[in-house]
């Protein structure tokens, strides 16, 4: 995908190709693309809205995790 | 969790110059992955730095995932003497960015962005051309997903269509 391996922010020198990549090619096989029509509909604040909504609701099953975690040890 | 909303208020009520990239970006591309932070180029001039730092100040800006109780000073020398910093503040994740890998900085970014309206203000974003770039340029597997993804956006509408 690149042709330099240097990972300074400064070097300017890299060079990337938009060329079709088999392995990015492989993954799109797996893209939801309903979701994608989804948002595409939506306006962008209401993209962001539904951002902060994942956010909230991967924080209440990290929580649920962590409690079922704890209660397991205590088991 | 990183109140996005209020965080572009902070930066936008300070009249600071920034681009939005990164995974935020993606979601204003229409992206349907998660992300936690708050990625933004900042503009590296003496002015931009000083409205950047008032602007964060009050939201108790500290190096995310460092030890407590580092002497991290969050002030201008501070900005001027580094470039890119990743933070836990009052208001979440944020991580500005004074260059990224296969895009440089600010200027560089400027003519491959587009202006979004949101909550009221105007930002700008990094067009979708350029953002799949820069991930691609970045290199991390871990991004690929994202890249087939905003692919498939690109794709699908005209470029950097909002």
């Known amino acids: 995908m690149r042709s330099d391996e240097s990972q300074d922010p400064r070097d300017r020198r890299v060079e990337v190709s938009l060329a079709p990549d088999p392995v990015i090619d492989a993954y799109k096989a797996g893209i939801d693309r309903t979701l994608l029509e989804k948002n595409l509909s939506l306006t962008v604040e209401e993209r962001l809205d539904n951002l902060k909504a994942l956010q909230e609701f991967a924080l209440e099953l990290r929580k649920a995790g962590a409690r079922m975690r704890a209660a397991a040890n205590h088991a | 969790m990183t109140d996005f909303k209020q965080l572009l208020k902070v930066f936008s009520d300070a009249q600071a110059d920034f681009v ?66 990743t933070l836990d503040t009052a ?5 500005l960015l004074g260059e990224i890998v296969g895009g ?36 991390r597997p871990k991004d690929f997903e994202a890249i087939s993804e905003l692919e498939s956006l690109r794709d699908r509408n005209p470029p950097d269509s909002l």
């Open chain 2, 20 to 85: 939005l990239v990164g995974g935020v970006a993606a979601v204003v591309h229409g992206s349907a992955r998660l992300t936690e932070d708050l990625d933004l180029v900042y503009r590296r001039t003496p002015e931009n730095i000083g409205r950047l730092v008032t602007a964060l100040a009050p939201h108790q800006p500290y190096l995310r995932g460092a030890p407590p109780n580092l002497p991290f000073r969050w002030d201008a020398r501070t900005i001027e003497r580094g470039l890119n910093f």
């Open chain 2, 91 to 95: 208001l979440g994740q944020v991580d």
């Open chain 2, 104 to 139: 440089g900085g600010y200027d560089d970014l400027l003519p491959h962005c587009t202006s979004v309206d949101v909550y009221g203000m105007t930002c700008r974003v990094l067009g979708l051309t350029r953002l799949i770039y820069v991930k691609r340029a970045a290199g």
